[in-house]
C-alpha cells in the first residue's frame, strides 16, 4: 500500500526566505506526482504536476522536483511571501484508476 | 458557476439524521470523486465514479452511500452517522484520458460535516 510522507508538519518563516518542503513515497510505480495547496475553509488547488518520466516542473516561484527511484519530491518556494501561507500537500497517483493518494501536508505560515 | 461546487458548505447533523451532500462539476469531466479530510490524517478517498459507474470503492462503512445521476453529478448520502465521521469532505473530478500521466483532479470547496 502507498504511503505519502510530508517533512516538516508545520514550518514559520519570515517573508523572503526561500523554502522547502519534503515529500516521500514508498511505492516508485506512480504514474505522476502533484503539489496541491489548500487554504482554511477551502479545497485543493493543484500547483505542480510531475510526470514520472520528468524530474522537475516549474510555475512562477515554484519548482518541483522528483526523484522516482528514491521516491522522494521537494517544493521549493523562492522569495515567500505572506500570501504564500496555506497547507501544501503531496499526492502521488498511481494504479487504480487515476486515485490519489496523499500526505498529511505541510502548514506553512509566512510571517511579514 | 465554474469549477466543482458543493453543498451545503457546513452541516450539523444528529446521529439518527439522514442528509445529503451534492457535488456538481462545471468543467465536461469524466470522472468525479469523494474524499475524506480528518483532522490529522491525510485525505483519504472514498468512492471513484466514471461515466457514472463506480469503479472504486475503498471499503467504506455502508452509512455513506453515494449516487451519481450524470457525469455533472454526484450525492453523498448520509445515515445514521458516528461522531468521528465529522471531517471535511470533499469531491474532485477528472477527465480520464488514454494516459493517466497528465490527468489531474480539481476539487471543490468541501462540506464540513459535524455530527452530535
Known amino acids: 500500500k502507498q504511503e505519502v510522507t510530508q517533512i516538516p508538519a508545520a514550518l514559520s518563516v519570515p517573508e523572503g526566505e526561500n523554502l522547502v518542503l519534503n515529500c516521500s513515497f514508498t511505492d516508485s510505480a506512480i504514474y505522476n506526482l502533484q503539489w496541491f495547496r489548500q487554504d482554511p475553509g477551502k479545497g485543493l488547488t493543484s500547483l505542480l504536476l510531475i510526470q514520472s518520466s520528468q524530474r522537475e516542473q516549474t510555475s512562477g516561484r515554484l519548482n518541483a522536483s522528483l526523484d522516482k527511484s528514491s521516491g522522494r519530491s521537494t517544493l521549493y518556494i523562492a522569495a515567500s511571501q505572506p500570501g504564500d501561507s496555506a497547507t501544501y500537500l503531496c499526492?502521488?497517483?498511481?494504479?487504480?484508476?487515476?486515485?490519489?493518494?496523499f500526505g498529511k501536508g505541510t502548514m506553512l505560515l509566512v510571517s511579514p | 458557476e465554474t469549477g466543482v461546487t458543493q453543498t451545503p458548505r457546513h452541516l450539523v447533523m444528529g446521529m439518527t439524521n439522514k442528509k445529503s451532500l451534492k457535488c456538481e462539476q462545471h468543467?465536461?469531466?469524466?470522472?468525479m470523486y469523494w474524499y475524506k479530510q480528518s483532522a490529522k490524517k491525510p485525505l483519504e478517498l472514498m468512492f471513484v465514479?466514471?461515466?457514472?459507474?463506480?469503479?472504486e470503492n475503498n471499503s467504506v462503512p455502508s452509512r455513506f452511500s453515494p449516487e451519481c445521476p450524470n457525469s455533472s453529478h454526484l450525492f453523498l448520502h448520509l445515515h445514521t452517522l458516528q461522531p468521528e465521521d465529522s471531517a471535511l469532505y470533499l469531491c474532485a473530478s477528472s477527465q480520464v484520458g488514454a494516459t493517466t500521466s497528465t490527468d489531474t483532479q480539481y476539487f471543490g470547496p468541501g462540506t464540513r460535516l459535524t455530527v452530535l
Open positions: 468543467l465536461g469531466h469524466n470522472a
Open positions: 465514479y466514471s461515466l457514472e459507474e463506480r469503479v
Open positions: 499526492a502521488v497517483v498511481g494504479p487504480g484508476y487515476s486515485t490519489l493518494t
